[in-house]
């Protein structure tokens, strides 16, 4: 399994701003990816956060809006960019944990952002 | 992409009562996980069955890949059980990519 942390916890931020969403992991892992939650719905996936290079977005996500970093194979950045209400959810950290055919994801804590 | 339809949708039990859910998805899998999102928003991994038969105190799941389901059964449900659970499926990695897709979700109450 794998401990996840995430930072905020969660946070209340006016609109036209931005927020950036810190996870930590106890162990290296390969695999990292971000998932938004908006209330009420289930997970979609915004993209996977690769270590040296660019993250890969899911249809419907942009670098622009969601701009991410890995530095290393245990740390990633959610950055939610010129925020509206809209994007009140709760963002997830998430890794995989075994081979990359065949591996168990494990989700941090969620950070709950309300946007004003 | 894959889908991943879950039923009922709602579930209110009595404490004490059994129940089963359920996970259809439209295609072979390599990884399927079953989730508990209690109250407080925090995702619980159940259980990692891609295939076959797993048992885990009150809880057990059950996923036959060949014909694309899988059954979460809940017995002697206490109030802690109380929260959303989420089916989540991976495909092949050609077909879907390394993504893993979540069904809509039970909203499980079970009442003292």
């Known amino acids: 399994s794998a401990v996840i942390s995430q930072k905020p916890s969660r946070d209340i931020c006016q609109r036209g701003t931005s927020l950036t969403i810190q996870c930590q992991v106890d162990s290296q892992v390969t695999m990292m990816f971000w998932y938004r939650q908006q209330p009420g719905q289930s997970l979609t996936l915004i993209a996977t956060?690769?270590?040296?290079?660019?993250?890969?977005?899911e249809s419907g996500f942009v670098i622009d809006k969601f701009p991410i970093s890995r530095p290393n194979l245990t740390f990633s950045t959610l950055t939610v960019s010129n925020m509206s209400p809209e994007d009140s959810s709760i963002y997830l950290c998430s890794v995989g944990v075994g081979d990359v055919v065949y591996n168990e994801q494990f989700f941090g804590p969620g950070t709950r952002l309300t946007v004003l | 992409g894959i889908q991943v339809e879950q039923s009922p949708p709602d579930l209110i039990l009595q404490e004490g009562a059994n129940s089963t859910l359920r996970c259809n998805f439209s295609d072979s899998v390599n990884n399927l996980q079953w989730f508990h999102q209690n109250p407080w928003g925090q995702l619980i991994n159940l259980f990692y069955?891609?295939?076959g038969t797993k048992q885990n105190g009150r809880l057990s799941a059950t996923t036959v890949a060949t014909e694309r389901y899988s059954l979460l059964y809940i017995s002697s449900s206490q109030t802690t059980d109380s929260g959303v659970y989420f089916c989540a499926v991976k495909g092949p990695i050609k077909a879907a990519g390394n993504k893993l897709t979540f069904g809509g979700g039970t909203r499980v109450l079970v009442k003292p």
């Open positions: 069955i891609p295939s």
């Open positions: 956060a690769n270590q040296g290079s660019e993250a890969t977005y």
